[in-house]
C-alpha cells in the first residue's frame, strides 16, 4: 500500500515561512506528477503546485514568487517551501502523486497551515 506522509505544518505569524514535507513510501521516480493541494474551510481544494516528471514546477497565480516546490530523490520525499505567508494561505495541504504506470492517483492525510496574528 503506497503512503503518502505530509509533515511540516503549524501556526505561523503573516511573513513567516515553513517548509512542508511529504515522504512517499516508494521511489517518487515511479510518479509521473506529484503536486500539492490545499483546502480552506468551507472552500473546495485547490491547486498549490504541480511537478511533472522531468519538467519544472508551475504554481497557482496566489502563490508564485512565494512557494517552490523541490524533491529529494534519495528520500523520495516531495518538499514545499512557503514565505512570505499570508492569512489566506491557511488551509490544510495535501500532496498527491500519480503513478506513471497504473495512473492511480495517492493522496496524503493532509498537514494544517494557519497563519495568524
Known amino acids: 500500500q503506497v503512503q503518502l506522509v505530509e509533515s511540516g505544518g503549524g501556526l505561523v505569524q503573516p511573513g513567516e515561512s515553513l517548509r512542508l514535507s511529504c515522504v512517499s513510501s516508494?521511489?517518487?521516480?515511479?510518479?509521473?506528477?506529484m503536486g500539492w493541494y490545499r483546502q480552506a474551510p468551507g472552500n473546495e481544494r485547490e491547486l498549490v503546485a504541480t511537478?511533472?516528471?522531468?519538467?519544472?514546477?508551475t504554481y497557482a497565480d496566489s502563490v508564485k514568487g512565494r512557494f517552490a516546490v523541490s524533491r529529494d530523490i534519495v528520500k523520495n520525499t516531495l518538499y514545499v517551501q512557503m514565505n512570505s505567508l499570508r492569512p489566506e494561505d491557511t488551509a490544510v495541504y495535501y500532496c498527491?502523486?500519480?503513478?506513471?504506470?497504473?495512473?492511480?492517483?495517492?493522496w496524503g492525510q493532509g498537514t494544517q497551515v494557519t497563519v495568524s496574528s
Open positions: 511537478v511533472p516528471r522531468g519538467e519544472s514546477a
Open positions: 498527491y502523486a500519480r503513478d506513471s504506470r497504473t495512473f492511480r492517483v495517492y
Open positions: 516508494k521511489s517518487i521516480l515511479s510518479y509521473d506528477i
